[in-house]
Nanobody
Framework: VHLVESGGDLVQAGNSLRLSCVVS????????MAWYRQAPGKQRELVAS???????DYADFVNGRFTISMDSSKNTAYLQMNNLTPEDTAMYFC?????????????????WGQGTQVTVSS
């Protein structure tokens, strides 16, 4: 199972970006997906998460600016980011909780992508 993020870019403050995260490989069910970010010199932090029942959670700093969504038919998650500020500059990572069903059992996997860079200029 692999994750590939895309959509990161250099934008000016106040603009928007839409990040995408595509999961490939053997996926019986996506139990949830999440976006994290890590700025230079800082720890990785949760931005937003969504469960397969579409329950969403956001970090306080999102403050209504971001929206996470998931298209299970495409094994894809999105992060719509509006009104970006320079403080949003970071590498954004996607995480997927994957359920794999086998004849002899099952596996629960936590899979991470390589990240996509978001840079917001003032």
């Amino acid at each position: 199972v692999h994750l590939v993020e895309s959509g990161g870019d250099l934008v000016q403050a106040g603009n928007s970006l839409r990040l995408s995260c595509v999961v490939s490989g053997y996926v019986s069910r996506l139990d949830g997906m999440a976006w994290y970010r890590q700025a230079p010199g800082k720890q990785r932090e949760l931005v937003a998460s969504i469960t397969r029942r579409r329950r969403t959670d956001y970090a306080d700093f999102v403050n209504g600016r971001f929206t996470i969504s998931m298209d299970s038919s495409k094994n894809t998650a999105y992060l719509q980011m509006n009104n970006l500020t320079p403080e949003d500059t970071a590498m954004y990572f996607c995480k997927a909780d994957v359920f794999q069903d086998y004849d002899v059992g099952y596996k629960n996997l936590e899979v991470w992508g390589q990240g996509t860079q978001v840079t917001v200029s003032s």
